[in-house]
């Protein structure tokens, strides 16, 4: 649809004004506030924090809220997704040389998504990075013609996309039931909580992933063709 | 600082700037595509030159590879409904 020609005005006055805002902010940021930086302060308790890499212990426990709401957010997109209605048609099966490809494909991505998940303890890697390997491992597989991806059915298959924000969910609330924070992890028990939560987020963002590339609702199986 | 690391610099950047000038007025949904994912290529580049690895993986294997595989799916239908 076209915008009216009246208030076709409006959109760059706005965008311009947005604009500003941006730089305002940025500004502000680069230059205002000489304070002590968060930084700083969360280098300080890295050590303390059950992973070594300070990314990840940024996302998984000084900000951890901040990655519940983006495994929420994905989980939200899928369902928006599967609302539109039925998958789309499934490709063709691919001929033999892309088949034996794929063969090799997804167990090496499955490997390294494995890799990534457990190395983003200490070194950069992590559960969004692990997840997006095991995404591809599924486009792999739907681009060369099976059309569930390798997802498993659909009851299953929700079970699996909602793990990492049950996972973490339930971690939060058992700390409070222990008398803590949500999501404030003691720090004996820190590292083992943490790599719990990035398994369900890992295998959580992979099947989402996989999922949304399906583009909706999965088919069953062996039912036919409309 | 390295000279030839400068000129890199500058190159990727200006390349980059192309590529999204390009990407955003391409009138075809899977050109425009496919120029969004070359320039993802590149911004895991430029995340990698920031020394910031963990951006640049993410931005390889998501901004990269996964959106550019579900824009394409979702030009695939465009162009089918049309």
């Known amino acids: 649809m076209k915008p009216s020609n009246s208030h076709a005005f409006l959109i760059p006055l706005l965008l311009t004004a947005i604009g ?14 000489e304070g002590e ?3 700083t302060l969360a280098l300080e308790r890295v050590p303390e924090s059950g992973a070594g890499n300070p990314v990840t212990s940024v996302l998984l426990n000084f900000r951890a809220y ?16 599967w609302s539109l209605g039925p998958a789309a048609v499934p490709y063709q099966r691919a001929a033999l040389l892309l088949d034996s490809l794929v ?3 997804v167990p090496m991505l499955i490997i390294a998504g494995g890799y990534l998940l457990w190395v983003g303890g200490h070194a950069p890697g992590g559960a969004f990075q ?16 099976r059309p569930s991806a390798g997802l498993p059915g659909e009851s299953r298959l ?8 049950l996972v973490f ?5 058992m700390l409070m ?33 996989a999922a949304a590339f399906l583009g909706g609702r999965p088919r069953a199986t062996g039912a036919a063709e409309p | 600082m390295n000279p030839l690391l400068l000129g890199f610099d500058i190159l990727l950047s200006t390349t980059l700037l192309g590529l999204a000038l390009a990407a955003l007025t391409s009138r075809e949904p899977r050109r425009g595509v496919i120029l969004f994912i070359a320039f993802g290529l590149l911004l895991a580049l430029v995340w990698a030159r920031l020394r910031a690895p963990d951006l640049a993986l993410a931005e390889a294997a998501i901004g990269a590879g996964l959106a550019g595989a579900l824009m394409l799916s979702a030009a695939r239908r465009a162009v089918r409904r049309r």
């Open chain 1, 177 to 209: 039931g222990l008398g803590l924070g949500f999501l404030t992890y003691p720090p004996a028990l820190a590292k083992v909580l943490i790599l719990a939560i990035e398994t369900g987020a890992t295998l959580s963002i992979g099947a989402t992933l």
């Open chain 1, 158 to 165: 929700r079970v699996l996309a909602a793990l990492g924000t």
């Open chain 1, 103 to 105: 063969g090799w494909v």
């Open chain 1, 130 to 145: 692990a997840g997006a390997l095991l995404g591809a491992a599924g486009v792999a597989l739907a681009l060369s013609g």
């Open chain 1, 66 to 81: 901040d990655t519940l709401m983006e495994l929420a957010v994905l989980l939200a997109a899928l369902l928006g997704i």
């Open chain 1, 37 to 39: 930086r968060l930084a």
């Open chain 1, 169 to 173: 969910v339930l971690v939060g609330l």
């Open chain 1, 20 to 33: 500003a805002l941006l730089f305002w902010a940025f500004w502000i940021g680069v230059t205002g506030y």
